[in-house]
């Protein structure tokens, strides 16, 4: 046994450990997010919530998670017998692997070896992570087609078009992010984001302002600052990859019963639940490290390597409030708008956005010219949305259309 | 970029070893270890729950959800035309974002040429999408 | 045994196990699935060839878009329909035979060559450039949009082809038959009208 472990060498040994904390770090996240869902709703609702297992109800998940896994479980007849086995699995485990690139602290130094606290850090992180989302559709689209029923197979056709489109605005809104980093690694793009935005030369010379601009070496140097668009369209295109509210087709409970789940029970209902709250984790995940700023804040001479740490959870739990919120306050969507949203509005946004970080990070750009650009395209919007402009509703609600006669084509 | 200190050693296979530092294999490598250990985790569930979960087999029991009354018809139909569509338009944005991923990359150092290559090849793209949107192909209803 | 030789044992008999069971399955999503495991079994491949942008791409365009059309393709025609006999191509299991037996001589040639036909080949300099870099998207992107910008842009033009070309057959298939531009309840509607 010694002798494989010297074979091995200890990245392996590393690698291993690095897995297992993660692993059990992401199942406590997420019974811990499902607990919270519920009491923040509850919350919101003028509820109490779970309180009965536990203090404040913190094992209430617990106590579902075991409850479901004495639960009988029944195959429809109908079903298609190892596709209906193997969706669950199909439906977690891309969820679960696209943490894998997420860097949740600093580097710290155990036993001689640099260690970071990310599962691996591939050169390619942006892509990996789009990839597994896109691996995400075989879960929803095999549960509703395995389970040889009409809801489940609406449901599941219906989800997996709304996921791939919203996949190609979240790709496309992660291009600027690769053309101001200069790199595909998650870690490379935490790490341009360090520190401070510093030397802003803009105002010099004007007394007042000059002063005023001083604020600007505590801001930190985070790419929501310029890369704002960007980040709402992969804020709205992300929640629509979770199929969490308003996005929440897939489910739509009034229409189509449970969705793509709804022949599923007991320990395989678990798995797609689990996996939902999974997805959950890895986008706020995914918005802190892209454009937060990863685990970068103010550390502290007291424990050091825990303030990264710290830093990250935090801003992650503010995304996943976020998350609950949405889901508390927005109506779901009507199926066209979802497809007009994604088509008409996201993906030709994500373009021109690229468009726009290209032309103003082009060689010979001075980094002045770049900060009026952004700054006064911020103002402008501001102003826009400020003034409650009404072309701007219009340009987030679909026309109407006359529907008279065509209702009988049958919306799906 | 930092890379785990001792990486596999690849340096035993023959002479066609990479020419890539190898502290890039050693990542995904502990990807796969990430992806064995998630699905044995999940596989292994599943398996425990078989082994403690009641079963009560019932005639009914095995019939699909049709609002409470006995399923009609088979439950696997045909399904619209236009999730084709929408798939196949898929398919081409796709190819188009993977493609604007190495552009984003060396953009800086490419410079104007590789923009104006980038604009020609969006529009032509965009003439999809377009197209679709006149022949509102991209309506629902 | 090193770990990159294990990983290609692995990948070799996942690759070539589902390649073989895609061939006789019955069930046109089981064949799709089989599909995809070949896909991703394939981007383990460029892994271990040190392609790694190569292999991103292989999950994302191959196994996350195209096995998604065809899934979507084979819910579109509906999934329990039997193996038409009547072929409307005539001639293409010859022809099909044919390009086989093509494809594979070519790649049993390449294999006794030895990698030595593509290394010295006309696009050697750019295939060393391109392992100069590790992850190579760098390298890759340099040489895309320098020396071969002619065939990445004509990619374009290829895609929208067929997009357009897809978009008017649905247009007529849907004015020809209303049944099948409809969803869900087509069975149950049929069923109804006998």
Known sequence: MSGLIDAIGPAVIIALVKVLVTFVMLLGITLLVVWAERKIIADMQSRVGPNRWGPFGLLQTLADGIKLFFKEDFRPRTADRWTYAIAPIATMVPAFLAFAVVPFGNEVTIAGHPINFIVSDLNIGILYFLAMGSLGVYGIVLAGWASGSKYPLLGAIRSSAQLISYEIALGLSLVPIALVAHSLSTLDIVGAQAGTIRNVTFFDGIPVLEQVANIFRYVPNWYIWSQWPAFAIFLVAGIAETNRPPFDLPEAETELVQGFSTEYGGIRFAMFYLGEYIHVVVISAMAVTLFFGGWSGPGFDFLPWLWPLFWFFFKTALFVYLFVWLRATLPRLRYDRLMWLGWKRLIPAALLWIMVTAVVNTEGVSRNVRLGVFAALFLLVLAVVLRGDPRLKEAVTPQRRRTQGRLSRGAA | ?141 | ?194
């Open chain 2, 1 to 141: 970029m930092v890379h785990p200190a001792h990486p596999p050693d690849l340096s035993t296979t023959q002479e066609r070893c990479y020419k890539v530092p190898d502290g890039y294999f050693g990542q995904y490598v502990t990807i796969g270890i990430f992806a064995v250990v998630g699905v044995a985790l999940v596989f292994g569930t599943l398996s425990l729950a078989k082994l403690v979960r009641p079963n009560v087999p019932a005639k009914d029991k095995y019939t699909t959800y049709e609002s409470g009354i006995d399923p009609i018809g088979r439950g696997w139909s045909q399904t619209n035309v236009r999730y084709y569509l929408f798939a196949l338009l898929f398919v081409v944005f796709d190819v188009e974002a993977v493609f604007l991923f190495p552009w984003a990359v060396v953009f800086e150092r490419l410079g104007t040429q590789a923009f104006i290559e980038m604009v020609i090849f969006i529009a032509i793209l965009a003439f999809a999408l377009l197209y679709a949107v006149k022949k509102k192909v991209l309506e629902w209803l």
């Open chain 3, 1 to 194: 045994m090193s770990i990159d030789v294990a990983v290609f044992g692995v990948m070799f008999v996942v690759v070539l196990g589902s390649s073989i069971a895609m061939l006789f399955a019955r069930n046109a999503v089981h064949v799709a699935l089989f599909l995809v495991v070949t896909q991703i079994g394939l981007a383990v491949a460029f892994l271990l060839e040190g392609a790694y942008f190569i292999a991103a791409i292989q999950i994302i365009v191959y196994a996350g878009a195209i096995m998604v059309l065809f899934l979507f393709v084979i819910m579109l025609l509906g999934v329990d329909r039997r193996e038409a006999l009547n072929e409307p191509l005539r001639g293409q299991r010859p022809l099909a035979v044919g390009l086989a037996a093509l494809l594979a001589a070519e790649v049993l040639y390449v294999a006794y060559k030895g990698s030595d036909l593509i290394t010295t080949g006309g696009g050697s300099q750019a295939l060393q450039d391109l392992n100069a870099d590790p992850g190579n998207v760098k390298a890759l992107a340099r040489v895309v949009f320098s020396r071969y910008l002619l065939p990445f842009e004509v990619t374009s033009i290829l895609l929208v082809v067929a997009v357009v070309g897809v978009m008017v057959l649905a247009r007529q298939m849907s004015a020809i038959s209303p049944v099948s531009a409809r969803s869900g309840s087509s069975v149950a509607d049929k069923e109804e009208a006998a």
